[in-house]
C-alpha cells in the first residue's frame, strides 16, 4: 500500500531522527522522566502536615474531633498548644500551617444539643496548601458531625454524597490520563518542527527540492516519523500508568488509538507549518516553544474549559488537546462508550485536516 518511494522517505526521516545516540536516548527517557515527575510533583495534595490543638474543653468530643485529625493519612504531627499565645506563635513562625482550637465549653454544648463551633487558623503565606489543609479538616469536622446526627433522631432531609469514577479522590487518577495528552503533544511537536529547519540548517533542503520525490511524498514521509514515534511513547504510557500508578484503564483501548492518530495528525500539521515558516532549528525551537504553552493551557489540563470567557473559549475547541484530553480521561477512568469517543474524535479530524491542509500549502509554495 505504500510506494518504494514514499517508504524510501519515511526510512529516511526515521534515520535521521534515530541515528544519533543522543537523540535515540532524547526521544525516550525524558517523556518517561516528564510521566514519573509531574505524576508526583503537580499534585494538590498537602500531605506531611503540621496541625496546632489547642484543646481547652478536654472533653470526648473534642477528642474524637483530634483523633479523626491525628488519623488523616495527610496529617504528620499534632503539636499540642496551651494557650492562645502559644498558638499565635506557632503560625508566626511556621511551626504548623494549621490551629484547631475548642472552647471550654465544646463537648458540653454537643451533649446538650446546642451545637458546637471549632476555631480554625491557617497560616496565610501558604495561601493554596492552607486552604486545601482547611477543606481537610473541615471535612473531618463534617464526618464527625455526620455521626453525631446518625445518633440522634433522623432529620426530615438527608444528603448523601457521592464520587463517580475516582471513589476515593486519588489525585493521580485526574493528573497521569492528561500527562499522556501533554507530554505526547510536546514530544511529537519537538520531532516535527526540526524536520525542514533541519534540512535547511544542513543544507540538504536542495538536494531534497532535487530530488525524484513527488511534494506530497517529502511531505508524507515527514509527517510520518513523528506520528510513529508518539504511538510507540503513548503506549509505554498506558502499559505504565495502570501497572505502576494503579490508575485504572477501563475504556476501549482499540477507539483510544484511533483517536490517538488523529490527535497525532494534528499535532504534527501544527509543527510542520512551525517548522516550514523556521529557517534554523533553534527558531523551530522557539516557534515549538511558543505553540505548546498555549495548546497546554487551553487544554483544560489547568482550568475547566467551561470556565473560560466564551471568546477563548471558541480558541480552545480548535485546540487538540482539548478533545483528546475528554478522550483519555474518559477512557481510562469513565469506560467512555464508542458513540462519546466518536463524538471527541470527529473534531481532530477535522482540526487534522485543516492543519495538514494549510502545511501542505505553505510547503508547497516554499518548494516552489
Same mark, same amino acid.
Given at each position: 500500500?505504500?510506494?518504494?518511494?514514499?517508504?524510501?522517505?519515511?526510512?529516511?526521516?526515521?534515520?535521521?531522527?534515530?541515528?544519533?545516540?543522543?537523540?535515540?536516548?532524547?526521544?525516550?527517557?525524558?517523556?518517561?522522566?516528564?510521566?514519573?515527575?509531574?505524576?508526583?510533583?503537580?499534585?494538590?495534595?498537602?500531605?506531611?502536615?503540621?496541625?496546632?490543638?489547642?484543646?481547652?474543653?478536654?472533653?470526648?468530643?473534642?477528642?474524637? #474531633?483530634?483523633?479523626?485529625?491525628?488519623? /488523616?493519612?495527610? *496529617? $504528620? =504531627?499534632?503539636?499540642? &498548644?496551651?494557650?492562645?499565645?502559644? +498558638?499565635?506563635?506557632?503560625?508566626?513562625?511556621?511551626?504548623?500551617?494549621?490551629?484547631?482550637?475548642?472552647?471550654?465549653?465544646?463537648?458540653?454544648?454537643?451533649?446538650?444539643?446546642?451545637?458546637?463551633?471549632?476555631?480554625?487558623?491557617?497560616?496565610?503565606?501558604?495561601?493554596?496548601?492552607?486552604?486545601?489543609?482547611?477543606?481537610?479538616?473541615?471535612?473531618?469536622?463534617?464526618?464527625?458531625?455526620?455521626?453525631?446526627?446518625?445518633?440522634?433522631?433522623?432529620?426530615?432531609?438527608?444528603?448523601?454524597?457521592?464520587?463517580?469514577?475516582?471513589?476515593?479522590?486519588?489525585?493521580?487518577?485526574?493528573?497521569?490520563?492528561?500527562?499522556?495528552?501533554?507530554?505526547?503533544? #510536546?514530544?511529537?511537536?519537538?520531532?516535527? /518542527?526540526?524536520? *525542514? $529547519? =533541519?534540512?535547511?540548517? &544542513?543544507?540538504?533542503?536542495?538536494? +531534497?527540492?532535487?530530488?525524484?520525490?513527488?511534494?506530497?511524498?517529502?511531505?508524507?514521509?515527514?509527517?510520518?516519523?513523528?506520528?510513529?514515534?508518539?504511538?510507540?511513547?503513548?503506549?509505554?504510557?498506558?502499559?505504565?500508568?495502570?501497572?505502576?500508578?494503579?490508575?485504572?484503564?477501563?475504556?476501549?483501548?482499540?477507539?483510544?488509538?484511533?483517536?490517538?492518530?488523529?490527535?497525532?495528525?494534528?499535532?504534527?500539521?501544527?509543527?510542520?507549518?512551525?517548522?516550514?515558516?523556521?529557517?534554523?532549528?533553534?527558531?523551530?525551537?522557539?516557534?515549538?516553544?511558543?505553540?505548546?504553552?498555549?495548546?497546554?493551557?487551553?487544554?483544560?489540563?489547568?482550568?475547566?474549559?467551561?470556565?473560560?470567557?466564551?471568546?477563548?473559549?471558541?480558541?480552545?475547541? $480548535?485546540?487538540?488537546?482539548?478533545?483528546?484530553?475528554?478522550?483519555?480521561?474518559?477512557?481510562?477512568?469513565?469506560?467512555?462508550?464508542?458513540?462519546?469517543?466518536?463524538?471527541?474524535?470527529?473534531?481532530?479530524?477535522?482540526?487534522?485536516?485543516?492543519?495538514?491542509?494549510?502545511?501542505?500549502?505553505?510547503?508547497?509554495?516554499?518548494?516552489?
Amino acid at each position: 500500500m505504500i510506494g518504494a518511494r514514499l517508504r524510501a522517505i519515511i526510512v529516511k526521516e526515521l534515520w535521521a531522527i534515530l541515528r544519533d545516540p543522543k537523540a535515540r536516548i532524547t526521544l525516550i527517557v525524558p517523556p518517561i522522566l516528564q510521566l514519573f515527575l509531574f505524576g508526583f510533583a503537580s499534585t494538590l495534595e498537602v500531605t506531611s502536615i503540621r496541625v496546632g490543638v489547642l484543646d481547652m474543653d478536654g472533653g470526648a468530643y473534642s477528642q474524637e #474531633v483530634i483523633q479523626r485529625i491525628a488519623g /488523616s493519612p495527610n *496529617v $504528620a =504531627r499534632i503539636v499540642s &498548644l496551651r494557650s492562645d499565645a502559644e +498558638l499565635r506563635q506557632a503560625i508566626d513562625r511556621q511551626q504548623v500551617i494549621a490551629a484547631v482550637r475548642f472552647g471550654p465549653t465544646f463537648s458540653a454544648d454537643i451533649a446538650a444539643g446546642r451545637g458546637a463551633t471549632i476555631g480554625a487558623i491557617y497560616d496565610g503565606r501558604r495561601s493554596n496548601a492552607a486552604q486545601i489543609v482547611s477543606g481537610y479538616i473541615e471535612r473531618i469536622a463534617g464526618d464527625v458531625g455526620a455521626g453525631l446526627s446518625a445518633r440522634a433522631p433522623p432529620a426530615v432531609g438527608q444528603t448523601i454524597v457521592t464520587h463517580w469514577f475516582n471513589p476515593n479522590l486519588t489525585y493521580l487518577w485526574f493528573v497521569m490520563p492528561a500527562l499522556v495528552v501533554i507530554i505526547a503533544a #510536546v514530544s511529537s511537536l519537538s520531532v516535527v /518542527s526540526q524536520s *525542514v $529547519a =533541519r534540512e535547511r540548517e &544542513l543544507g540538504t533542503f536542495d538536494q +531534497l527540492m532535487v530530488s525524484p520525490f513527488r511534494t506530497w511524498e517529502i511531505l508524507v514521509g515527514k509527517m510520518m516519523p513523528p506520528v510513529i514515534i508518539g504511538i510507540a511513547n503513548v503506549t509505554l504510557f498506558v502499559v505504565l500508568i495502570p501497572t505502576v500508578f494503579g490508575v485504572p484503564l477501563t475504556g476501549s483501548v482499540p477507539l483510544f488509538y484511533v483517536a490517538l492518530i488523529f490527535y497525532l495528525l494534528a499535532l504534527t500539521g501544527i509543527g510542520m507549518l512551525i517548522s516550514t515558516l523556521s529557517m534554523t532549528q533553534q527558531q523551530a525551537f522557539l516557534g515549538m516553544f511558543l505553540a505548546s504553552v498555549p495548546l497546554i493551557i487551553l487544554s483544560g489540563y489547568a482550568s475547566p474549559v467551561d470556565n473560560m470567557p466564551d471568546w477563548l473559549r471558541m480558541i480552545a475547541y $480548535a485546540n487538540p488537546p482539548t478533545w483528546f484530553l475528554n478522550i483519555c480521561e474518559g477512557v481510562f477512568l469513565k469506560a467512555m462508550p464508542a458513540s462519546e469517543i466518536l463524538a471527541n474524535t470527529w473534531p481532530l479530524v477535522l482540526i487534522a485536516a485543516v492543519t495538514i491542509g494549510a502545511a501542505s500549502m505553505l510547503f508547497r509554495s516554499r518548494m516552489e
